[in-house]
């Protein structure tokens, strides 16, 4: 079964080296994983005031996060921190109090930067949102990608061949088999439960 993917990507930049991460990873794992890119450019400011009327653009950002099985997290790091469009597409989708489009989604966390860390703070900032919002988030491999350019894709957008497409490789398998994990996982327990009850009513 190919689980649904919600990719929100944190950089609006037409030419993003994240944007292509993301692409590269749906397209290694388009048999197991059915990628579709979220968009956030378009949405207004997270306003409560709001919450009773919300903009159109609101609502067709929960519903296609709300459908899918898990989301990938793909963003630069702006100022050691999470770029505040991605952080306001988060509060949007966590909103109104209680209706959470993230909850008990699994996810992971890619950044992308030309820089030798790699973006490990917004990661980190991103990952700090995901323990709040209840989203079971892979742990490893952590992908903080230092040193991407231009240079790391073909014309294509694709990724060339070398170490940073096999650290992609290695977590596009480990995010299916997460997302994969917590599913089934659920879905035992979820029996388990209903066979207990029976037994439970059949020795009443
Ligand atoms: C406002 C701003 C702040 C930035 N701050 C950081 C930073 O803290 N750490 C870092 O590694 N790169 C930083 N950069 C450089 C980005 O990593 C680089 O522009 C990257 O290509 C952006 O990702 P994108 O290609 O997906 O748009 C910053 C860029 C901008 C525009």
Same mark, same amino acid.
């Given at each position: 079964? *190919?689980?649904?993917?919600? &990719? ?13 991460? *993301?692409?590269? #990873? ?24 709001? =919450? ?23 963003s630069p790091e702006y100022n050691r921190g999470i770029p505040g469009v991605l952080k306001n597409a988060i509060d949007v989708g966590s909103r109104p109090y209680g209706q959470s489009?993230? =909850?008990?989604?699994?996810?992971? &966390? ?33 992908a903080y990608l230092g040193h991407v350019s231009d240079d790391s894709f073909d014309d294509k957008g694709c990724l060339k061949e070398g170490a940073l497409k096999e650290i992609i ?12 994990? #917590? ?8 029996? =388990? ?12």
């Amino acid at each position: 079964m *190919a689980y649904k993917i919600a &990719i929100i990507v944190g950089s609006l930049r037409e030419g993003s080296i994240n944007r292509k991460v *993301a692409r590269s #990873i749906c397209g290694l794992r388009n048999d197991n994983l059915d990628c579709s890119m979220v968009e956030i450019g378009d949405l207004p400011l997270y306003n409560q005031d709001l =919450d009773g009327n919300p903009p159109e653009q609101w609502l067709r950002f929960r519903e296609q996060v709300g459908a899918a099985h898990g989301v990938l997290f793909c963003s630069p790091e702006y100022n050691r921190g999470i770029p505040g469009v991605l952080k306001n597409a988060i509060d949007v989708g966590s909103r109104p109090y209680g209706q959470s489009v993230f =909850d008990k989604k699994p996810a992971a &966390i890619v950044t992308a930067s030309p820089g030798s860390i790699g973006g490990f703070g917004a990661n980190h900032q991103i990952r700090q949102a995901c323990v709040f919002l209840n989203m079971p988030v892979m742990q490893q491999p952590e992908a903080y990608l230092g040193h991407v350019s231009d240079d790391s894709f073909d014309d294509k957008g694709c990724l060339k061949e070398g170490a940073l497409k096999e650290i992609i490789v290695g977590l596009a398998h480990a995010f299916h088999d997460w997302v994969d994990m #917590i599913h089934r996982s659920r879905q035992l327990l979820a029996e =388990d439960s209903a066979h207990r009850s029976q037994k439970a009513k059949e020795h009443a």
